[in-house]
């Protein structure tokens, strides 16, 4: 099995930025996408933004593009969220995840997940 373990939660006052990190284990991430997802209380949980291990490749959700960057570093694998500018709106509860093949923004094609780590944003 891969572990995940994240890191890098915390409370932030809206403008603010913080950066999550999720370090793998257990296997190699050479042949893997690295995806970041979010969710707030009560509700769904959604994309935020995935990688590709293997040539750097990422995208993200519209409502976080020129504000969250995700990246990876091979030699730690580890993977990085970078939110800047962050609102009330980016509270929830942040998980990064892994599967086999392309980055995608499904939750349900990604078979390894991390613990959460809560991020809270105020105003």
């Known amino acids: 099995q891969v572990q995940l373990v994240e890191s890098g939660g915390g409370l932030v006052q809206a403008g603010g930025s913080l950066r999550l990190s999720c370090a793998a284990s257990?296997?190699?991430?050479?042949?893997?996408?690295m995806g970041w997802f979010r969710q707030a209380p009560g509700k769904e949980r959604e994309f935020v933004a995935a990688?590709?291990?293997?040539?750097?490749?990422?995208y993200s959700v519209d409502s976080v593009k020129g504000r969250f960057t995700t990246s990876r570093d091979s030699a730690k694998n580890t993977v990085y969220l970078q939110m800047n500018s962050l609102n009330p709106e980016d509270t929830a509860v942040y998980y990064c995840?892994?599967?086999?093949?392309?980055?995608?923004?499904?939750?349900?094609?990604?078979?390894?997940w991390g613990q959460g780590t809560q991020v809270t944003v105020s105003s």
């Open positions: 995840a892994a599967r086999e093949g392309r980055p995608l923004a499904n939750v349900a094609s990604y078979a390894y």
């Open positions: 257990g296997r190699t991430f050479s042949s893997y996408a």
């Open positions: 990688i590709s291990w293997t040539d750097g490749y990422t």
